[in-house]
């Protein structure tokens, strides 16, 4: 059976419409074009008219937008309890610990990068074999091995986040053959993103909190030997 569908006329955002469309078309069109209150009138020629931005009386509201609440966080919260209790049980920091975690795999815990580093915090196979991780997309080993060795990091690096960080990305022998952070784009990229993440957690409400980095100037090695560069 055809239907008999009257003229439409979309005005916002520099549309018009001059031929007769299908309701659900129209839905999926406003919902392309902008997310925002959809108004319709029609006027004494037959013509239905569709804005987002009415500019008269005649117009009336057809479809409300929904309206989305974004929480103020910088990421998934399903691995805070896991995290906190690395924190605590390593003595790093817990905000830094969810930087890195936020930067490496952006909380995926099935992340495989192009090197092959593996999971929550990108474990590197021969990494996670030293660490005794078995299984690095399973999130709680994987998130005590990393800790254990950025614990370890910075306690080589006498406290110097930099460093240590540049380390996690690089390897302890690009920073040695270096004598500091390597001038390597991705090492000095990853070492800012990390950083504005650790600021961004120590100040979100509800932090879980956790020792300074700067307390962390233990100057004995924990026995891991050298990982290489990712």
């Known amino acids: 059976m055809k239907e008999n569908l009257s003229p439409v006329r979309l005005f916002g955002h520099g549309f018009i419409v001059a031929t007769a469309i299908g309701l659900v078309s129209l839905c999926l069109l406003f919902s392309s074009i902008a997310l925002a209150d959809v108004y319709r009138y029609v006027d004494e020629q037959g013509i239905t008219h569709f804005t987002n931005v009415p500019d008269n009386r005649k117009f009336k509201i057809w479809i409300r937008e929904s309206r989305v609440l974004l929480k103020p966080n910088l990421g998934n919260v399903q691995y805070d309890a896991l995290i906190e209790a690395a924190a605590n049980r390593h003595q790093v920091d817990y905000a830094l610990i969810k930087a890195i975690i936020k930067a490496e795999s952006n909380f995926d815990h099935k992340a495989v990068s192009v090197k092959g580093a593996q ?71 990853y070492i800012r993103r990390v950083l504005d993440y650790y600021d961004r957690y120590r100040n979100e409400p509800g932090n879980a909190g956790g020792p300074p980095v700067t307390v962390m100037q233990e100057h004995a090695r924990t026995g891991y030997p050298e990982v290489t560069a990712r």
């Open 119 to 189: 999971g929550l915090m990108q474990l590197m196979p021969q990494t996670a074999s030293t660490l005794q991780v078995k299984d690095s997309f399973e999130p709680e080993a994987n998130i005590d091995g990393g800790v254990r060795y950025l614990h370890y990091l910075i306690n080589v690096y006498e406290g110097d986040l930099r460093l240590a960080l540049a380390a996690y990305n690089a390897g302890e022998k690009a920073v040695a053959k270096h004598r500091g952070v390597p001038p390597f784009v991705e090492t000095r990229t």
